[in-house]
C-alpha cells in the first residue's frame, strides 16, 4: 500500500507561484512513477504532468508546459509542483498520484492522495 498527502494549495495572485508537495509511505518511494492531476469545478479530472521514478525524465499537459515544473526527492519521499505565473483556469483541486508500472497522462495510477485546493485570483 502507498499512502499519498498533497499540501501547499492555497489562494495566490495571478501571475504568482505556489509549490506544492505530496508526501508518500507503505513502500519504497523510488520505485513509483508519480503524476499530478487537477480537477475543476464542472470538469473532468486532467493531467498536469508526470515524472519518472528515477526523476530524470517529465512529461507535461500543453496547458501548464513553460510554467509548471514537477521534481522529486526520494530520500524525503516527497513530490513537488512547482507552479508559476499562475492564472484563475488554474483553479482546481490537484491530486497527486503513484504507479510502480504505469506513467503517462491518463488517470490509470493505482495510488491517489486527497487533494488540495489551488485557487487564482484575478
Known amino acids: 500500500q502507498v499512502q499519498l498527502v498533497e499540501s501547499g494549495g492555497g489562494l495566490v495572485q495571478a501571475g504568482g507561484s505556489l509549490r506544492l508537495s505530496c508526501a508518500a509511505s507503505g513502500r519504497p518511494f523510488s520505485n513509483y512513477a508519480m503524476g499530478w492531476f487537477r480537477q475543476a469545478p464542472g470538469k473532468e479530472r486532467e493531467f498536469v504532468g508526470a515524472i519518472t521514478w528515477s526523476g530524470d525524465t517529465r512529461r507535461y499537459a500543453d496547458s501548464v508546459k513553460g510554467r509548471f515544473t514537477i521534481s522529486r526527492d526520494n530520500a524525503k519521499n516527497t513530490m513537488y509542483l512547482q507552479m508559476n505565473s499562475l492564472s484563475p483556469e488554474d483553479t482546481a483541486v490537484y491530486y497527486c498520484?503513484?504507479?510502480?508500472?504505469?506513467?503517462?497522462?491518463?488517470?490509470?495510477?493505482?495510488?491517489w492522495g486527497q487533494g488540495t485546493q489551488v485557487t487564482v485570483s484575478s
Open positions: 498520484a503513484a504507479d510502480r508500472s504505469y506513467w503517462g497522462p491518463r488517470d490509470e495510477y493505482d495510488y
